[in-house]
């Protein structure tokens, strides 16, 4: 029996890592939903390798997965890592460099075999297991690989698919350390594998297995408890960002009245928005797998005209395909939602990475005078709200709206105390009516206060009109060279934007007073570790404030007077200086620029040691 | 479809825009005989939707007192994709040119052509680029001097037809702009296709490609240099009918009626993809010895291929047949938990 000692923690961070055939998404996904349950605040970040095939066992093919819970608020799936899992010598090698000093590594020591060593370009003799290269850390080997085939003997299973349970040996015994139990994952096993009763059992053993090794070994000295986190009151779930965009645009159609129109083309990391819209038909969603992202966004395009709530989405090089079609939708007028789950570009640039290099190509990436309006979601719950926010706009405005998130937040999880149903606005929608013979003509063009022109669908008696991306007379849609008439026009779908800012909220300072000697502005995926950050630096005692944008175009209106209100200001991106270049361009000030371009989020310690370097200067 | 209460005259279907293509282009004929036809179709005016690219043809919707839209270049078929599939009530149109749908379109044709919704196409072939004043089109014929190819075009034409059958095309048809009552008669038809309709138009483009289709459409050579095809009628064609193909096994020859009896030629069947093909490939330069004649009309249709939209309609349908979804459920999810 376990002579560990209970210990109680604030948060720890654990990152799951192995080949990617070897299950660490499913293992660190099963790890968050019972933590969830559980009640820790928590923030996750999957680590993809590029490659879906990528070589067994080499560093190209290790496939991460760290979450960071805890007992007080998270907002960052944490820097460093107390505890690193690693299936193989590479997962060791790809990602000791983010475990802290004095952390637990729990390797799986079949992982670390002449084969795997050879794989991951290690020396015989210098297998970090038998070395002293790890003596800073507490490490503990087990023969994952070697328990699993012994507990499955009798299980009537190939090995291959008895290496495949081994995950759920490291779940199992993960649950152990941390005091979980094993029942949502008993759960989630007995219903993925209801159709094929040997795997599940063999899961479901290994995972047993797993805890039961905790109990009986003598390795650990401790298992530590995480008390629940006090949070806001109300019903919880677990949610990812691009899981919470989908329920955000159905929610979207459901408070308009509209069907739901996606037309898209595959691309990492957007594509899981398809996944989920596809799967909900019965909300009177349409999703339309198209031959390219040109495709996608025209189909869209029809759509909209034909009365539908319409989206495209992609991420960057998508983007750049779509680029003439939106210009098109901006002519139009008519409502679009485009979704940019951003990248690391440019070009294929890294897919599985993330990035915020996409602000000025939402902003200014077509031909000509071509405004549209910018959002972007701060998180993952925050993606639903954006969506919603996104089609609110385009109904409304009849115009079209890009909705920005990232790959980070795309695929990382939060707790999200959902809205009921109820909660959300409407969002009233009203198509231009029916006209008899004797009635004045129909003005495709005529606009009311917002400058929104009726949405005049076809079928409807009396409203036959055209359409198209020439430019056009104000009012009567008529096609018009006229030289004074362009620059109206031009002019006038930029106030059509600018308008927008009446009808939307006020931006707030989220960490911090409402002046002080610096101003950290952040926009995007970001939002968690600037917070951290600043509230790090603000128990510190500097005079420090973090404010972040959702709406990007046009600006909260406040945002002017905000921004004057810091001795300096600083915008932390990850880009090459993006919205910083926005913000010199639209206040006159100068803007700092603080950015990193690795793919890879922020780590609020290099936030915090960065700001320091700014406050102290 | 609505009833249809006062019946539409053709002007019904004329706008109060000034037509600007140039005088003498073949486009005036499509456009007359288009809005000749659509009173008799059956339906009120609103429920037409003319969906273009760019070029010269694709100025059309803006002629047509109908709904309509004027896109970008190649993807008229894309818009129409997802008008026709959110809208499976509207009468969809495309009208495209042999640069818009066949060079920077040709990719959404073929997939259109592949998936098959209730849509028609009308290509205006003219093998030219008329918009951007006279560079050599994917279908014009090898060694045309053009502006962009002085020392004649090295590229190989489309044969928009055979193009169209190997895309698996439910409805192909050609017929040209010289002749409105064919031209209303295989529009017609290809309207009450149900499934995706190409209607390839041959169009004298009388500024830049001048008399490309001569040969077919002048009334001193029309006859010998054309094949009216006909469902179950013989393939005759000639000066006086005089002359008929036959298929000797797969292989298609002219022989002279003098010599044949009519019995013993290929009677055109419309329903047969297999000598569709071998009709579709009667694509010789007509200056050529021994070349075939030129078809015109339907060369194939397929009415088994349920249209893309109904298809989509029906899985909407059936997901929805445990009532519509409960957006609360949606988004509470599988598991939850209270904080107190
Ligand atoms: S350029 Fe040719 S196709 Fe275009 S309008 Fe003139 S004649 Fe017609």
Redesign the pocket.
Known sequence: MTTAIDKDLESVVIRFAGDSGDGMQLTGTQFTNATALFGNDLATFPDFPAEIRAPQGTLAGVSGFQIHFGSTRIHTPGDMCDVLVVMNVAALKANIKWLRKGGVIIANSDGFDAKNLRLANVPEAENPLNNDSLSGYDLKTIDVTKITRLALTDSGLGVKEIDRCKNMFVLGLVYWMYHRTLDSSIDFLKSKFQKNESVMNANLKVLQAGWSFGETTEMFANRYKIAPAKMEAGLYRSIMGNQAAAMGFVAASVKSGLPLFYGTYPITPASDILHDLSKYKNFNVKTFQAEDEIAGICASIGAAFGGSLALTGSSGPGIALKGEAIGLATMLELPLVIINIQRAGPSTGMPTKTEQADLLQAMYGRNGECPVVVVAAQSPADCFNMAFESCRIALQHMIPVFFLSDGYIANGSEPWKFPQTDDLPEIKVQFAKERKADDPKFMPYERDEKLARPWAIPGTKGLEHRIGGIEKQNITGNISYDAQNHEEMTKLRQDKVDLIANYIPDLKIDSGEETGDLLILGWGGTYGALKTSTQQLIEQGYKVSHAHLQYLNPFPKNLGTILKNFKAVVVPELNNGQLVKIIRDKYFIDAYAYNKIQGLPFMSSEVVAKMKELLNA | MTEVTEKLIPKDFVTDQEVR??P????YSILKQVQTILPDLGRPREQFVFVSGIG??SRFPYYMETFGMHSIHGRATAVATGLKSTRPDLSVWIVTGDGDSLSIGGNHFIHLLRRNPDVNILLFN?Q?Y??TKGQYSPTSEQGKVTKSTPHGSIDYPFNPIALSLGADATFVARTMDRDPKHQQYVIKRGYEHKGTSMIEIY???????DGAFETFTEKSSKKNETLMMEHGKPLVFGDTSNKGIKLDGFKPVVVDLNDTSVNDLWIHDETDLLKATILGRFYDDPAKENHFPRPFGVFFINSDKTPFEVLMSEQSEAAKEKGLGDLNKLIAGRETWVVN
């Open positions: 293509w140039c003498g282009c073949g486009d010269c043809s003219n030219i008329g918009l169009q004298n483009c009388n500024v830049f490609n």
